[in-house]
């Protein structure tokens, strides 16, 4: 179960505003109040705070906040973990779970390289432990080093079992253009008895509705996580990577009903209503832009640097500051390859005449043979204003 309790990929790009939650106070979301994981931070935040220098206190309370923050899609929980790991933030020599801990917040703050290394730190010392390479499986892969992911899905078959390294394997022919191969293995795994775990579902229903996707067929995507959110409707990457499909899709009022789910939506649902409300030209569009336009200024007076796809998506889809967009896009792709974001970098720098800034996506994609509906057409524009 290794690589399906935590190996979320690209769920730190889903945020909230990041205020961190005060070290002397836990106020839970909803979800959290409504599942099995409220006593446990809770407990584990009254330990940490009774003895801050605990190690063991320490890691408990950051890991129950960086799940949180990964189901929730919001960071204002890693920022909760990263204090909680302050006294060991700067170790040279961590020990494993240290050093594995640091590296999930570390990379939810995009210090890939900082994460990777981390990862590198805990699997010397506990080569066994599933979680720690399928960590690294997915750094490696976010940062396009597909030679070192190929090896660390190896290693995962080798090491943790044949199912957890064909869902591996899946992932990484999804990622070079061959999904249609991928479906069968998580049609399969799908149905393992072993796999029946709100996260390991979490987890497979995410990537089986992606590997549909990109393969071309966005109606069974749909129907993937439709079905998901039914039994798990605070799947939060289901849910907004539905919100996006129904929008691409132009099933917009969809959309807008989905996203609106909660009264307060992430940033990654929030932007998704404006772009469906917009469409529809429905009487909430303004004020629901309004409350986006509101979060990203709040996150510019706070000089947050970390770039989030819901900015990228609002500043270029919604054609408010496509310039703006264009400029996070690119400094985003130079950190981290993800193919909705490679979508969003050709969009801008195409509507702005600039195709030069996109042309990493296509060095990418070659080197990849990635392939993706939304991308495709995109990308052979992108070839004919370069002459490529």
């Given at each position: ?17 990041r ?29 940490w ?11 408990a ?6 799940v ?14 990263r ?5 060991w ?40 432990r ?15 080093q ?12 080798q090491r ?24 069968p293995?998580?049609e ?28 071309g067929?966005p ?6 996580w439709?079905a ?54 429905d ?14 200024q709040a ?5 947050e640097?970390?770039?989030e ?16 967009g ?8 130079a950190?981290?390859q ?9 969009e ?6 600039q195709p ?31 002459g490529?």
């Amino acid at each position: 179960m290794g690589l399906f309790a935590l190996l979320l990929v690209g769920t730190a790009a889903l945020a909230q505003p990041r205020v961190q939650p005060a070290p002397d106070t836990v106020v839970l979301p909803r979800s959290a109040q409504a599942g099995g994981g409220a006593q446990a931070l809770r407990e584990t935040a009254a330990a940490w705070r009774r003895d801050p220098r605990n190690e063991a206190a320490a890691l408990a309370y950051a890991r129950e906040a960086f799940v949180l923050g990964l189901a929730e899609g919001d960071l204002r929980w890693y920022g909760a973990a990263r204090t909680a790991l302050e006294p060991w933030w700067t170790a040279p020599a961590p020990d494993a779970p240290m050093a594995f801990m640091r590296a999930l917040v570390r990379q939810g703050f995009h210090d890939f390289k900082g994460g990777i290394a981390d990862l590198n730190t805990a699997i010397a010392q506990d080569p066994a432990r599933a979680e720690y390479r399928s960590w690294r499986f997915s750094l490696l892969l976010l940062t396009t080093q597909l030679e070192a992911a190929r090896a660390d899905c190896a290693a995962i078959a080798q090491r943790v079992g044949p199912d957890e390294g064909a869902a591996c394997d899946a992932i990484l022919r999804v990622r070079t253009g061959r999904a249609a191969l991928a479906l069968p293995v998580f049609e399969r795994l799908v149905a393992l008895p072993d796999y029946q775990g709100p996260q390991a579902q979490d987890w497979l229903r995410y990537h089986q509705g992606e590997a549909l996707r990109v393969a071309g067929r966005p109606e069974a995507a749909i129907a993937v996580w439709q079905a998901h959110l039914q039994a798990r409707p605070r799947a939060h990457l289901v849910r907004s990577a539905l919100a996006d499909l129904l929008n691409q899709q132009g099933r917009h009022a969809d959309a807008l009903r989905l996203s609106l789910f909660e009264p307060a939506p992430s940033d990654a649902l929030l932007v998704q209503a404006v772009l469906a409300a917009r469409a529809l030209k429905d009487p909430r569009a303004e004020r629901l832009d309004e409350q986006a336009l509101q979060r990203l200024q709040a996150q510019d007076a706070r000089g947050e640097a970390l770039i989030e796809r819901p900015q990228m998506q609002y500043w270029i889809r919604t054609g408010r500051d496509v310039a703006r967009g264009l400029d996070l896009a690119a400094r985003n792709w130079a950190e981290q390859q993800e193919p909705a974001d490679a979508v969003l970098l050709a969009e801008a720098a195409l509507a702005l005449n600039q195709p030069q800034r996109a042309a990493p996506v296509l060095d990418w994609l070659a080197a990849t043979g990635y392939t993706d509906p939304a991308l495709n057409p995109l990308a052979q524009r992108l070839r004919q204003r370069l002459g490529r």
